[in-house]
Structures are given as C-alpha cells and as structure tokens.
C-alpha cells in the first residue's frame, strides 16, 4: 500500500509542476503588461523600467517562473495589489470559508444522492425511479446561479424566512457554527448541494442495479439471507465508486463555487476571485487559483488511494 | 467516466439491440446511422428536446425580424412591468425594455456562445485524440499529460480563470470554454482510439499502402467519430451554463447587448421588486440546457453507447 501511494505521488509531480506553470503563465496571458494594471497611465518610461526590474518582469520568463516557484513553494504567494496583504494570508481564509460551504453541500448532496440512488437502483423503472433521473438531470442542467436566485426570491424575499446573502449577521465574513450563522449557511449549500445530488443519484442507482444483477446477489438470496443482509452486501460494493465521487465532487465544489458565491455574497474563494479579476488584481488571481487547483489535485490523490485501499477488486499495479 | 468501447463493437450492439423490438430492420438495411436515426424518432423525449433545441435555433434565428417590440428601446416611465401586462407580455426590465423581445434576441448570443466553443473544441480535441490514439508512444504521453495538466482544473475554476486574465468580451469567453472542452473530448478520443488501433481493418488499410494520416481520416475517423460526437453533445448543456455564467459574472457579453446571463446579473436588483421577470432569463437558460441534456442521452442510448 505504502509502495502504491508512493507511485502515484510519482505521477502526481509532473502534474502539479505542470499546474503551477499554467497558473504562472495566467498573469502573463493578460494583454498588455502585468504591470499595467498598477500604473498610472502618465507614468515615465524610467518609472515603468524600475517598477519592471522591482517586480523582476524584465527577467527572461522562465528565469521569472524559478523565482515564482521557489516563493511559492516557501509559502509566498506575493502581495494583493488591492489590499497590499500577503496573497496567502487572503486566501488562506477565503479557503476556509469556501472548505464549509463545499463540504456542508456535499454531505446534503450524498445523503439525498445516494437515498435516491438505492431507491431508484432497488425499484426499477418505479415512479419512483423515474423522479429519482429526472431529479439527476435537473441537478445537472440547471443554471446553479439562477437556482440560487430563485431560492432567494423565494425564502427571502417573498417568505421573509432566510437571509438573502453574506455569511452572518455580523458581516465579519467568518463563518461560525451557531444558530445565527446556520441561518445564513441553508441557501447557500442547498443550492450548491443539486449538482452532486444528480450526480451521484446516477452514479449509485447504475452501481446498485449492476450490483442487483450479479451472480453473487442470487447466491446471497439462495442461501435464505434476509434482505436486509443482501443490502449490507450491496452497499458495501457500491460504497468505494460512491465515495470516491463524492471526494471529486467536493473538489469540484471548491473550485466551482465562485457563481455561487456571487449570488449570496459568501465570503470564501469564489469572492475573492471575483474580486481579484475586476480589481486586475494579478497576484490574488493567481495565488487563489493555484490554492484550488492543487487542492484538486491532492483531493485526486486521496480519492484514488482510499478508493484502492476499500475496494480489493482495484489491482495495485 | 467513458467505458472503454469501441465503435465497431457499438455499431455491433446497435445492430443487435435494434432487432427485437424493429424486425423489419433486418429486411431494410439502413446502415448505422439509420438505425440510430430510426430509433431516436421513437424516443418521445429526446424527440420533445429536439423539438425545443429547433424552435429556440428558429428564433434565434429570425429574431431580428420578428421581436414584438425594439429589444434596445427602454422607457424609464415603464420600468419592471409584470408579466401579462398588455403590452409587455412577459414584463419589461430595469430599464424599460420589453422582455420578450430581450429574450428572443438574447437567445442569439447565448446559444452561440454555449454551441461553439463545443463545436471547435470537438474538431480540434478529436484531432489531438486521434493522433494520440492511434500514433502511440512518445507522441501519446506528451499530449496526454498535457491534458492531464488541463483535469487538474475544476471546469468552471479553468473558464474563469482563463477569462478573468484574457478580460471581458465575446471572443475571449468562447477561447476560455474552448480551452476547457478541448482536453475532455481529447481524452474520450484518445480512449476511443486506442480500442480500435489494433483492430483487423487498420492492419488491412496499412498492409494496402495507405498512408497513417489516410488512414486516421478514414478507418480511425468514421469510427470513432460517433462515440466522440455524443459525448461532445453532452457537453453542450454545461457550455451554455458556463457561457451564461461568464455573462452573469461580467466576463462575457458587455451591455447593452441581451443575452440570458447578462439579464440575469443586470434583473439581480429587482427580485424585491419583480422577482417572476428577474428570474426569467434564467429560465430560457434551463429550458435550453436540459433539452440538450435530454437530446444527447436519447442519442447516447440510440447508439447504444453506455456511460
């Protein structure tokens, strides 16, 4: 096992490395210079060479990446142009907030995900079934920043009940788990909740109906065990596929959040990327995007290696 | 996500599953496709969603043509009138426009930009697909760890970021989606392709002389072209989400241009005031999605192609 997480870390590298170059060449595919954001427009061409050589963009580029890379991997990710703080200090807590709203969303869309799955999987071609697949192309073709707004329109400001947008009545933009703030936490997450829920309700209900129709099942039922022994043996098999599309889905939560985010005004990453992008704010834009990237990449490597640590069919090549 | 499949062994399956319920497929031979056409027309449900993909194209179409009122023209004496009003249908927004004819306009850019980035992305991601499929080797693990790099960005993450650095416009939010779409096609054709290279009729095509670039237009192409193509459809309900998106966000579409998103950012303030008007653009965003979601899974099982 420890061999197996070894080797993958080895094919991991050359994907994180090749993350960090795009993230680096992000700054650099904006027209223009990086520096013509922070500028004023009658700036003298002497002030623009020494804020070049300052900010070492008169340096060849991959020269640039090499200094990029070895601040980054010390933990410095620059300075915020808007805010003038250390671009991790920023992210680090958008991160946090947008870590919340991501798992609380998950967790919801699991637990309806996988309930609607079984169901639909056990009773086949049901009323039931068919609502549990109209449920999952709902979750996935939904606009879920319209979603969002429909949810406010309805339970805000028609209903009165929720509070429409930020994530406490304080506006500090930290988020704590107290009735207060759990007020704030249901529209958000339920809104974000409809895309795994869809997914996996697929997922469970093709794992669950496979499962249903294997020799071993027939087996389990001809020897007299009780249903619910049968269903133990069901979800056991299905459990490491449905895992492991829910750490994905987690994944991609995090990174897809910011539409999200826009329609409640919740303070974690997605807000602050917004902000980065119409700020011009280069080094935030960057920092926060490569923050979420490799945190894709190392929930990857998690969910492979706990995927193939349950389930024993996954041969360790 | 693909099961690995080959497009022989679908066609195959398409043949075979077609028989029991169309016996007659056997008297009359329609080829694939027929019998993929053949059995899509006895879908009601894709055939609904075909029906509502059509009628939207048409407007999108004719729109500047046959919009009720002038979708620019705004009146500030008659700002957020509901829907059913006598003469704005389906109410008017922030500024005074009529909705409808916003809406039948906006269909224009957001289908455009929802379809094309899917459609370039498909020519050019079955391209590299193939190449890395079927020549193998060194070429295959360049490219393909290249597009390894490209899945360690959550979609949506890879089109806003690509487009928050490009900055705002039309052109530069169908480059940003392009280059999202381009590395999941890729991999379904380069997994496509590697099912089939060993295949009997590509050694016949090479043991006839034809060149690896004939032969990957000809035999490779017409076979896995199918597979690629579905997939590639299924992909457009998100394309029009993520499109809508970078509108909604301001990345996309500037006003006073209509298009669904930038309606939706723009009707934002007025939910207080008129929330059925503020949420209708989103509306025609959903109807629009879930028909191509709803079309693209009948063709999936008219083919016979499993997930």
């Known amino acids: 096992m420890l061999l197996y997480i070894l080797k993958r870390l080895v094919t991991v590298t050359p994907v994180a490395f090749g993350v960090s170059v795009v993230c680096f060449l992000l700054v650099h595919l904006a027209p223009g210079d990086p520096l013509s954001a922070v500028l004023p427009a009658d700036a003298t061409q002497q002030t623009i060479d020494e804020m070049r050589s300052a900010y070492g963009f008169d340096k060849p580029l991959p020269v640039q990446y090499a200094i990029w890379l070895w601040h980054v991997l010390h933990g410095d990710l620059g300075v915020s142009i808007a805010t003038g703080r250390p671009v991790a200090q920023e992210v680090g807590r958008a991160v946090v907030n947008s870590l919340i709203l991501a798992s609380v969303a998950t967790l919801i869309g699991f637990t309806f995900g996988t309930f609607f799955g079984f169901v639909a999987g056990y009773k086949r071609n049901s009323l039931l079934d068919r609502a549990a697949s109209a449920l999952s192309v709902f979750g996935v073709s939904v606009p879920h920043y319209w979603l969002g707004m429909v949810l406010v329109i309805v339970f805000s400001a028609t209903l009165g009940w929720l509070p429409p947008t930020g994530a406490g009545p304080d506006g500090s933009g930290n988020w704590r788990p107290d009735i207060e703030h759990l007020r704030y936490i249901i529209l958000p997450t339920v809104t974000m909740a409809v895309i795994p829920m869809g997914i996996i309700a697929r997922t469970v209900r093709a794992l669950v109906a496979d499962i249903l129709g294997q020799d071993f099942v027939e087996a389990l039922r001809a020897k007299g065990m009780s249903e619910f022994g049968v269903f133990k043996h069901v979800v056991r098999n299905a459990a490491p596929t449905a895992l492991a599309i829910m750490g994905l889905q987690l994944g991609y939560l995090l990174g897809g959040s910011i539409l999200i985010e826009t329609v409640f005004a919740w303070p974690g990453t997605g807000f602050l990327l917004n902000a980065a992008i119409f700020q011009r704010d280069l080094p935030l834009l960057q920092g926060s995007i490569l923050v979420l990237a490799m945190f894709f990449v190392a929930l990857n490597l998690i969910v492979d290696v706990m995927q193939t640590a349950l389930d024993p069919r996954i041969e360790r090549a | ?307």
């Not at chain 2, 360049?142 to 416009?169: E, K, N, Q, Y």
């Not at chain 2, 966000?249 to 008129?274: C, D, K, Q, S």
């Open chain 2, 1 to 307: 996500m693909t099961a690995p499949l080959t497009a022989a062994s679908v066609a195959l399956d398409g043949n075979l599953a077609a028989a029991p319920d169309a016996p007659e497929a056997f008297v009359a031979s329609r080829g694939f496709w027929g019998h993929v056409g053949h059995r899509l027309v006895r879908d009601p449900v894709a055939m609904a969603a075909g029906v509502v993909i059509l009628v939207v194209i048409a407007i999108a179409i004719l729109s500047p043509w046959i919009t009720p009122m002038d979708p620019y023209k705004g009146s500030m004496l008659r700002r957020l009138k509901p829907v059913g009003d006598a003469t704005y249908w389906l109410g008017s927004d922030e500024l005074g426009r009529d909705m409808i004819s916003r809406l039948m306009l906006g269909s224009r850019l957001s289908l455009f930009m929802g379809v094309t980035p899917v459609l370039i992305a498909f020519v050019l991601g079955s391209g590299i697909g193939i190449l890395a499929g079927y020549v193998g080797g060194w070429t295959n693990t360049i490219l393909m760890r290249t597009i390894d790099v490209f899945f360690a960005f959550p979609s949506v993450l890879l089109a806003i970021a690509l487009s928050g650095a490009l900055g705002a416009g039309i052109f530069n939010s169908i480059v940003s989606l392009t280059c999202v779409f381009v590395p999941q096609i890729a991999r379904v054709a380069e997994s496509v392709t590697t099912g089939i290279r060993r295949r009997d009729y590509i050694d016949a095509a090479k043991l006839s002389g034809a060149s690896a670039f004939t032969i990957m237009r000809v035999q490779v192409l017409g076979n896995v072209v199918g597979p690629i193509f579905v997939y590639s459809t299924s992909l457009i309900s998100v394309s029009m989400i993520l499109a809508s998106g970078l509108s909604f966000l301001g990345l996309g579409v500037r006003p006073p241009e209509p298009e669904w998103g930038l309606m939706l950012n723009t009707l934002r303030t007025a939910i207080y005031v008129n929330p059925l008007v503020a949420a209708l653009p989103g509306v025609a965003i959903f109807l629009v999605s879930i028909s191509f979601n709803l079309f693209s899974d009948g063709l999936r099982s008219a083919m016979e192609i499993r997930q």
